[in-house]
């Protein structure tokens, strides 16, 4: 499964933002487990 991850996403789990970052743990942790892809988008 292909995910799109927000920005915010990355930020809520570097920064430990509440009541964000236990999900955003999670979604990055299946994408390090290789349960799901992530995908970025960059803005051109």
């Known amino acids: 499964m292909l995910v ?3 920005a915010n996403v ?6 430990k933002r ?6 955003s743990n999670n ?5 390090a487990s290789q349960k799901i892809k992530g995908c970025i988008k ?3």
């Open 4 to 6: 799109l991850i927000d």
């Open 10 to 15: 990355i930020l809520d789990m570097l920064e």
């Open 18 to 23: 509440e009541p964000f970052y236990e999900s």
């Open 27 to 31: 979604v990055l942790s299946l994408c």
């Open 42 to 44: 960059r803005q051109s």
